[in-house]
Every structure is written in C-alpha cells, then in structure tokens.
C-alpha cells in the first residue's frame, strides 16, 4: 500500500501563514505529479496547486503569488507554503499523488486523509 499523510494545518488569523507537509510511504518507485486540493462542505474538490516530478509547478488563479507548492523527490514529501491566508482559504486541503509503483508500472492516485485549515476574520 501507499500512505500519505498531511500535516500542518491549523487555525490562523487572516494574513497569516502555514505550512502544509504530505509524506508518501509504502510500494513507491517513483511519484511523477504532486498537488495539493481543497474542499468545503457542499461543494467540489478545488485544485490548489500540483507540482512535477522536476519541479514545474501550477496554481489555482485564486492562490497565485499567495502559494507556493514544493517537494523534496529524495523523501516523497510535498509542501504547501500558504501566505496571506483569508476566511475563502478555509478547507480541508487533501495530498494527492500519482505513484509508479515499480519501474515500467501503471501510475496509481492516492490521496492524504487530509488537513484542516481554518482562516479567521
């Protein structure tokens, strides 16, 4: 199996900052893209921000030049630097990654059971 496993969220007034961290574990040869998604309740997944294997990353429009996504390929982790929170960053933010399981293999979808982050006003 593979796990992963988010951490870093909180509570945090509006303009403040956190710092999201999703590790994967478990029958992983290689994790091609990464990405980070956020979900209120009644209403769709959002895409936050994915991120490539080498580095290439895209955001969501509502989070550019607020975001940053990362990763560290050496420990299958991927962070979400969130600056300049406000009450619509509100959500739980879930990790998701498309894992190689074995070279040559199919890619497989896992997601993080995901991690609270609450904005006030």
């Known amino acids: 199996q593979v796990q992963l496993v988010e951490s870093g969220g909180g509570l945090v007034q509006a303009g403040g900052s956190l710092r999201l961290s999703c590790a994967a574990s478990?029958?992983?040869?290689?994790?091609?893209?990464m990405g980070w998604y956020r979900q209120v309740p009644g209403k769709q997944r959002e895409l936050v921000a994915t991120i490539t294997s080498g580095g290439s990353a895209n955001y969501a429009d509502s989070v550019k030049g607020r975001f940053t996504i990362s990763r560290d390929n050496s420990k299958n982790t991927v962070f979400l630097q969130m600056n300049s929170l406000n009450p619509g960053d509100t959500a739980v933010y879930h990790c998701?990654?498309?894992?190689?399981?074995?070279?040559?293999?199919?890619?497989?979808?896992?997601w993080g059971q995901g991690t609270q982050v609450a904005v006030s006003s």
């Open positions: 998701n990654a498309n894992v190689e399981y074995y070279s040559g293999s199919s890619f497989g979808a896992y």
């Open positions: 478990g029958s992983i040869f290689s994790i091609d893209v």
